[in-house]
């Protein structure tokens, strides 16, 4: 059971947008600590995707987006491509664990 | 360029001992924290701990405190991950990372990630 709640698929279409959602607690992500977001294909390592809550680095497509509000934060993906079929992972900071703490991790699945 | 390279894949027999490696290059390795991430088979990230190498302070996750052990040499830019006596259940994918940085404990995002370690303990 992970601390950070995300859905474990999320479907969509080529062209599509598709949303992951990120459901934290008082203790992470309502505490105002930020979110991050990994991408990671299959065989490879994570990737970071999106820092800061909505901050891409650099090479990364204006195609993602991020926000956060409350306990919970989103990744918004536009313009789905084949290429973006990955797993995606949110991370955030938690104050009762003292630690950093991941997301389970949502399998994007392009139709 | 930052890079992280690890040390290759490891086949142990539980209640083997382990020590595997993170050679840091293109960056200060004694002025930044580096950690360690562990992913099992087809299951999500976990983080584990971090150090800093210029003091070796280290944090531990409570669910590997007293596990593992963290540790580097500065002297040749390396962090090492080790178990004592390794159980089936520590077979695993281990990711070295590396913090943007570390502000009064709180670990912001991994900028920077290794290969990866695949640890497979059977008998």
Known sequence: QSVLTQPPSVPGAPGQRVTISCTGSSSNIGAGYDVHWYQQRPGTAPKLLMYGNNNRPSGVPDRFSGSKSGTSASLAITGLQAEDEADYYCQSYDSSLRGSVFGGGTKLTVL | ?123
């Open chain 2, 1 to 123: 360029e930052v890079q992280l390279v690890q040390s290759g894949a490891e086949v142990k027999k539980p209640g083997e001992s382990l020590k595997i490696s993170c050679k840091g290059s293109g960056y200060s390795f004694t002025s930044n924290w580096i950690g360690w991430v562990r992913q099992m088979p087809g299951k999500g990230l976990e983080w584990m701990g971090i150090i800093y190498p210029a003091d070796s302070d280290t944090r531990y996750s409570p669910s590997f405190q007293g596990q593992v052990i963290i540790s580097t040499d500065k002297s040749i830019s390396t962090a090492y991950l080790q178990w004592s006596s390794l159980k089936a259940s520590d077979t695993a994918i281990y990711y070295c990372v590396r913090p943007s940085t570390v502000i009064r404990g709180i670990i912001l995002h991994f900028e920077y990630w290794g290969q990866g370690t695949l640890v497979t303990v059977s008998s």
